[in-house]
């Protein structure tokens, strides 16, 4: 057996500089724990970062992916704790968003608010048949809502595994308040007949009861900042080096071997007490921890369905959208007019033809984003995507298709925003192989396991902890998808480290 020779000592080894490792890291360090955190990027942030480019002799800063950010204004978001502890409300900045989300599929146009009675008289207006619906879907949500939050069981029994549609469908046979109540539905999943309702309660509730929120800046000034208190309390973290395995001695983990991206075939090492996985759980199982193998713990693992990817064309403009039509918001939902049925979503979403999807255009003009100068507005069209749409093409195919995606939504969107193609200074894809490159999440998933009903509640946390001694995780694989799910288990990961250890 070859000896490993450790070249450092810390308490905790963190693999992946993502919200969750961040966080974790962030608590960890400051209750004062030598913390080592080895992230393969080149900054770090994961799914939560910025990136520039130089546009007509600007710099012009993108946000990767950050649309909303949910609850934050809610009294009882727990997000207040972690940020209060983190000192994160005095360094770093929040904009909220005016409203929640605008849909429209060319037969009805409407902006749902982000507080729960404004948002019923709104949608009321625009289905006055369906009140009573409506009403019972809001409040139903919440009530599923305040189950969740009072750990009581026996409710949420009832509903545990119904989906999204199967909830609509007691409601309301009227497909398009459906797909109005669903509308940012890919903020989570792909399909609402297979996103669990529980899931999509809190989540939604979130929204509605502390609004959505964007990070001034962009959200790299939370992973930056994150990251400092990490360096301010004596952590360490080294970026642009990818972990190649965990070594384990008698079913404990004691350590990492790290390699330079740039130079692969030099192997680093460092011993911990405990590791913390933040990179995507499969990998880890997978192709880390070779004692994992053929365990139950993988086969388990496994056998969990990865959720949805995204494809995201990153555009800038010559002045901003809103002066070209009177209705314009923040974030706009649309889907394909010829789509009648709730039924029938994911079978579009599913297509490798981007004129039938569903896609958003997010404006970030619209709000003080603090992105980039004044005289710079930038924005993003997303949807729902899958790594096989792209992994097979040659590079020649990549690009070509990369192109033509990008003016299929381009053009879709100018139906809606008229003249919208004309003010285009600049557009740029990332695919679901981007984000496969950028965080190595399998499948280019942003969201870890799909929100299903059979894969959240006690399914989710039999998977939390590997069987391995001393190896914690803390990502949206082993919590749940979203900037708040992937904070959440960065911050629970710490503390139960350091009630279980120190
Ligand atoms: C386009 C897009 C839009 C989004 N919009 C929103 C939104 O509006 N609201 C919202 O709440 N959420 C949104 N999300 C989702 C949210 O960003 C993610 O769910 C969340 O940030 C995931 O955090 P994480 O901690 O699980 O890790 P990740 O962000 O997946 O990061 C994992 C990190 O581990 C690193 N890593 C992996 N393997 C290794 C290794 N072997 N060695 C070293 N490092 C490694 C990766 O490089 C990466 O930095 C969006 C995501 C995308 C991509």
Redesign the pocket.
């Known amino acids: 057996m070859k000896v490993v020779t450790f070249m450092q000592e810390y308490d905790v080894i963190i693999?992946?500089?993502?919200?969750?490792?961040?966080t974790a890291g962030a608590k960890l360090a400051k209750e004062g724990k030598t913390v080592l955190l080895?992230?393969?990027?080149h900054k770090?942030?994961?799914?939560?970062t910025t990136f520039s480019r130089k546009i007509a002799e600007k710099k012009v800063v993108f946000e990767?992916?950050?649309?909303?950010?949910?609850g934050l204004a809610y009294e009882f978001d727990p997000k207040k704790r972690v940020f209060q502890d983190l000192g994160v409300h005095d360094n770093v900045s929040f904009a909220r968003v005016p409203e929640f989300y605008r849909f429209t599929n060319g037969r009805v146009d409407v902006t749902v608010p982000d507080d729960i009675s404004t948002a019923i008289r709104v949608i009321s207006d625009a289905f006055p048949d369906e009140k009573e619906a409506i009403e019972s879907f809001f409040y139903g949500i919440r009530e599923i809502f305040g189950f969740l939050v009072e750990g009581n069981l026996e409710k949420l029994a009832s509903v545990s595994q119904m989906s999204v549609g199967e909830y609509l469908d007691n409601l309301t046979t009227n497909e398009d308040l459906k797909f109005t109540l669903t509308g940012n539905l890919g903020?989570y999943h792909d399909d609402p007949y297979t996103l669990s309702i529980i899931f999509f309660a809190a989540a939604q509730n979130s929204y509605f009861s502390g609004g959505g929120h964007f990070i001034q800046g962009g959200?790299q000034t939370l992973s930056d900042y994150l990251a400092k208190v990490i360096t301010d309390n004596g952590g360490t973290i080294v970026l642009r080096?990818?972990?190649?395995r965990i070594i384990t001695e008698d079913g404990t983990a004691i350590g990492v071997i790290?390699v330079p991206k740039r130079h692969m075939d030099q192997q680093l090492t460092a011993k911990g007490k405990i590791i913390l996985v933040?990179?995507?759980l499969p990998?880890?199982i997978n192709n880390?921890v070779p004692s994992l193998s053929d365990s139950t713990y993988q086969q388990t693992v496994n056998s969990f369905k990865i959720a949805c990817s995204?494809l995201?064309v990153y555009l800038a403009f010559s002045k901003p959208p809103s002066t070209l039509v009177p209705q314009h918001v923040y974030s706009t939902f649309i889907l394909p007019e010829n789509l009648s049925s709730l039924k029938d979503l994911y079978s579009q979403e599913r297509s490798n033809d981007f004129s039938k999807k569903g896609f958003v255009f997010v404006d970030y003009s619209m709000i003080d984003s603090r992105l980039n100068e004044e005289d710079i507005y930038t924005g993003?069209l997303?949807c729902v995507d899958y790594i096989d749409h792209w992994a097979a093409l040659t590079s020649y195919e990549y690009s070509t298709k990369k192109e033509s995606v990008a003016q299929t939504l381009i053009q879709r969107l100018n139906q809606i925003i008229p003249g919208i193609q004309d003010i285009i200074s600049y557009s740029e894809v990332?695919t679901p192989k981007t984000?496969v490159r950028?965080?190595?999440?399998p499948a280019g998933t942003?969201?870890?396991f799909a929100q299903t009903p059979d894969q959240i509640g006690p399914m989710r946390t039999s998977i939390r902890k590997p069987p391995i001694k001393n190896l914690y995780c803390?990502?949206?694989?082993t919590?749940s998808?979203?900037?708040?799910?992937?904070i959440m288990?960065?911050y629970s990961g710490a503390l139960k480290i350091l009630k279980d250890n120190w």
């Open positions: 693999i992946g500089a993502g919200l969750g490792g961040l080895v992230e393969q990027h770090v942030g994961g799914c939560a990767i992916g950050l649309h909303e950010m949910d903020y959200s080096h990818l972990v190649t790290y933040n990179a995507a990998n880890v880390l995204i995201s993003a997303c990332a984000i950028y965080t190595q999440n942003a969201y870890g803390a990502s949206a694989w919590g998808g979203g900037f708040s799910g992937a288990a960065g």
